[in-house]
């Protein structure tokens, strides 16, 4: 009885603070408040809730009953916190299961870093040494020696870097983090790391220092092979905070009293590699003090002029770390005689390996995709060398090594310099990617969608590493606005991106100022130079600026992302809208369009069936409606009702250029697309411009002829209108152009271009051709949503809309997600006409549910677990023949 009772029980979780998942050293003072609640009592919603805050578990004060059903980014109810403060805080609701609250949830702790710049004591320096800085640069070593006097009851370590660093207190590593202090628009917001170090000082002499190298400060940035973006010197800043037991606080802060010196990292580059030296491991710290200074191996540091605290920001997303390894699958020997490590999945991090040989024996690894005839495939690579060198130091019990301050995009890795028989147990490869939370799954009864879908979550994993890049391997690996608005909505249910993405659209504001577009990539490294003379009005990319904040929106029900965006959303419009002229039609200049149309030439991308003019005219319609809806939510009526007139003219203008009695011009798969997906066509339009949308990919041979603009939106413009079948026939499709080709040719992640290696093995001879680039691995969202039948509808998935389409043959299919409120399920399953359906809503939730039986009236039920079925119309029962049914060409 005691288990029945509890399962019956309203159970709050620790509080979570903003979008963080480890609230420590954040920067909000006043961080809203979110929880969830598991029960089983059915349709339960919170009516209250009550917050407890204080310094610690034992001296909690209650803020009061707070009347409401909202579980999500409560305010804040206490005063603003201090630079430094930690206050735990724990939360209990009341619902609709009586009037009794329910039991305290855990304490939760936030700790608040350094709010305001004048907590900064410390300086950013640098080695006194001269550097021509137009090569990669070994790495350099800052570090002092400094006495504790007894036992130490806290200290924390606040640190940041012009370039990548890492932290060392001891000859001990601090903390997980990769590739610190990460990427953003430096000059306007440069992140800071803080750090619980309580456990690495002793008693008597300490040592404290930082390793730094070139990261994307200054090393290799873009396809424009430039060197020194943001500066020619590298640096770093840290600020060592010690409490002893009686609360006396002592600091020690970087300064021109610190040493500079060399050690082991000959060379490193996010792009080209490291070369590692272990026989000057130990050399270039102050623990040499005396001796290193007396030989001239430790020179003064010098302290930069001109920095200001004041562009230090604490972190909103989860740090780069180490998150998956992988062994050896198999050894292969090449044509030529190479010796190849097959990892059996394309991903993005580095190799770490084992070695005993000589001193002064140098192990090369080469880094690449694919395999292209039995060799390494560098030819996509373009400059980018993705070469580590370790040179043994002789140890006799072996020795390990991974690199530090670099990151490669591979499955295969060519080995060479090997002392001795090559044992492919002595590698790892070591998975490295921003330390999201899974929250999404999916998965079917067809394997090959199964692989397909874990394509898409292998190409997420390895782009999204601090920003949201295109590709992890060649020399480029910028965070496009156009990949990351097409493939947002996906993301979102993968993963829980919101801090990620808070950073990401800072950025974007930051870069694009108070008028004009957003940059083509955030943050802007692109120069200005061709192929962009001037910051262009790129539609689809540009919209960037108004989708990403309204799914992020959606997903998770914070209008935060609104409101800091909507400066930017109008500011964009507003440059699109000039750029169409007083007539607002789209007429001259260059824009991508449907990028990589697959029936473009390899050398020129843009050609699309599909004209520019077309694309940048939906656009604008669709945001301007997005934007002006968004304006309304926040209460800034004139701005909303402007956008929408906006919106309205433009739609005008497309209807009148590019809509014939809905027959669209041209006649398109991605016109057909934009059209529906984007309120372009009216009401009565709709079934005949889907039913020629039907035709044209019929005319295709249900192959892809979608670039990004069209791919994300052509399944949904089909299923939504009645054509699922041919919605499915295109995602099942095997021949290239189709999202299956790549799996049938073995893809572990998603590929750049359709037809990225060719049916023989042959890599495409365009220039850009990635082998991991999870934009139009899109498609994903259209399977969340309308195969396995789980969606939003209503923000933050309060409501949710189940509504399934089976077909294709699926016996099968069920999808999960963590939403904010808690997890939602669904599966179905079909067998013969019997159609059956499982769901779960999260507490504090309803869904909607719809039928596949022809009905259009959705089944209103709460939170709980819920079952369903009904028997599909003859029609509406998916025969093998009309969808396309095969035997699967790939088992995984």
Not at 189 to 217: K, M
Not at 444 to 467: K, T
Not at 532 to 551: E, H, I, Q, S, T
Request: glycine share 10%; proline share 7%.
């Amino acid at each position: 009885m005691q288990d029945a009772a509890l399962s019956l029980a309203a159970v709050p979780s620790s509080p979570r603070f903003e979008h963080h998942e480890e609230p420590f050293g954040i920067g909000e003072d006043r961080p809203r408040l979110s929880w969830q609640v598991a029960t089983g009592i059915p349709g339960w919603v919170q009516t209250a809730y009550e917050l407890q805050l204080g310094p610690d578990e034992a001296s909690l004060t209650s803020y009061g009953r707070t009347e409401t059903r909202e579980q999500l980014l409560q305010p804040w109810p206490a005063p603003p916190l201090a630079s430094r403060q930690r206050v735990a805080v724990r939360v209990r609701v009341w619902g609709s299961g009586g009037d009794a609250p329910s039991e305290w949830s855990p304490v939760a702790y936030v700790e608040a870093g350094l709010l305001n710049a004048a907590d900064w004591q410390a300086a950013m320096i640098r080695p006194a040494w001269d550097e021509a800085s137009d090569a990669n640069e070994p790495a350099a070593r800052l570090s002092r020696t400094f006495e504790v006097a007894g036992p130490v009851a806290s200290a924390r370590l606040y640190a940041s870097a012009h370039g990548v660093y890492v932290a060392h207190i001891n000859g001990r590593r601090v903390g997980r983090d990769i590739l610190t202090p990460g990427w953003t628009s430096y000059h306007h917001r440069l992140r800071y790391q803080s750090y619980d170090v309580t456990e690495y000082l002793r008693p008597g002499t300490n040592v404290i220092g930082l390793e730094f190298a070139d990261g994307w400060w200054r090393g290799n940035l873009g396809f424009q092979e430039k060197r020194n973006t943001y500066g020619n010197r590298t640096a770093v800043i840290a600020q060592l905070e010690m409490t002893d037991a009686g609360g006396a606080v002592s600091m020690i802060g970087s300064g021109a009293s610190w040493l500079a010196g060399r050690g082991p990292v000959l060379s490193a580059d996010l792009y080209d590699g490291e070369t590692f030296d272990a026989r000057l491991r130990n050399r270039g710290w102050a623990e040499a003090g005396a001796a290193g200074a007396a030989t001239g191996t430790l020179q003064p540091a010098v302290v930069v002029d001109g920095f200001d605290p004041a562009v230090l920001v604490a972190p909103d997303g989860p740090p780069v770390r180490a998150t998956d390894e992988l062994q050896v699958k198999a050894v292969l020997g090449t044509p030529s005689g190479k010796t190849i490590l097959d990892f059996g999945q394309n991903l993005v991090g580095r190799v770490r390996f084992t070695v005993s040989g000589a001193a002064g024996t140098e192990v090369v690894l080469r880094h690449a995709e694919v395999l292209e005839h039995g060799e390494l495939g560098v030819r996509p690579l373009r400059v980018a060398k993705q070469t580590d060198r370790y040179i043994l130091r002789g140890d006799s019990g072996g020795e390990t090594w991974e690199p530090e301050y670099t990151i490669h995009g591979f499955r295969y890795v060519e080995v060479s310099g090997w002392p001795g028989e090559l044992d492919p147990g002595a590698f790892t490869a070591v998975v490295i990617h921003s330390e999201l939370v899974r929250t999404g799954t999916f998965e079917c009864s067809e394997p090959m969608l199964n692989q397909l879908h874990a394509n898409v979550v292998w190409g997420m994993r390895g782009n999204f590493v601090d920003v949201p890049t295109d590709c992890p391997q060649r020399n480029e690996r910028l965070g496009w606005t156009g990949d990351f608005q097409i493939f947002a909505a996906t993301a979102s249910f993968l993963y829980r991106i919101p801090g990620f993405t808070t950073s990401w659209l800072k950025d974007l504001a930051a870069e694009q100022g108070t008028d004009g577009p957003p940059p083509l990539v955030v943050p802007e490294v692109v120069a200005e130079k061709p192929p962009f003379p001037d910051r262009p009005v790129m539609a689809a990319w540009g919209d960037a600026a108004v989708l990403v904040p309204w799914v992020l929106y959606q997903r998770t029900g914070d209008p935060a992302f609104l409101r800091r965006q909507l400066p930017g959303m109008m500011a964009w419009l507003e440059a699109a809208a000039q750029a169409a002229g007083p007539e607002l039609q789209f007429e001259h200049g260059f824009q991508f369009g449907d990028w990589l149309d697959p029936a473009a030439p390899p050398d020129a991308p843009g050609d699309a069936r599909t004209p520019w003019q077309l694309v940048a005219q939906a656009y604008l319609v669709y945001s301007a409606a997005v934007a002006g809806e968004a304006a309304g939510l926040l209460g800034q009526d004139t701005e909303a009702e402007r956008l929408r007139e906006l919106s309205a003219r433009s739609r005008a203008v497309f209807r009148k250029r590019y809509v014939d009695d809905g027959r669209l011009r041209p006649s398109t798969q991605t016109a057909y697309a934009v059209a529906l997906r984007f309120g372009l066509l009216e009401p009565a339009e709709h079934p005949a411009a889907a039913a020629r949308l039907a035709d044209t990919v019929e005319a295709d041979g249900y192959r892809i002829a979608t670039g990004f603009v069209g791919t994300p939106l052509v399944c949904d413009a089909l299923s939504d209108e009645g054509h699922a079948t041919a919605a499915y026939r295109l995602l099942l499709q095997t021949e290239c152009p189709s999202w299956l080709y790549s799996v049938t040719m073995g893809a572990t992640t998603i590929w750049e271009r359709w037809d990225s290696m060719l049916p023989d093995g042959s890599i495409n001879e365009g220039e850009m051709t990635s082998f991991n680039h999870y934009a139009l691995g899109a498609v994903a969202d259209w399977m969340h949503r309308s195969v396995a039948g789980l969606a939003p509808a209503e923000p933050g998935y309060r409501k949710l809309a189940i509504r399934p389409r089976p077909g294709g043959g699926l016996a099968w299919a069920a999808a999960r997600h963590e939403t904010p409120y808690g997890e939602a399920a669904v599966r179905w399953e079909l067998a013969g006409q019997e159609f059956s359906l499982a769901v779960t809503v999260p507490a504090g939730c309803t869904a909607a549910v719809y039928l596949p039986d022809g009905g259009t009236t959705g089944v209103e039920v709460g939170s709980g677990t819920h079952s369903f079925s009904c028997a599909l119309p003859a029609t509406a029962v998916p025969s093998s023949a009309a969808e396309g049914a095969r035997e699967p060409v790939f088992q995984p």
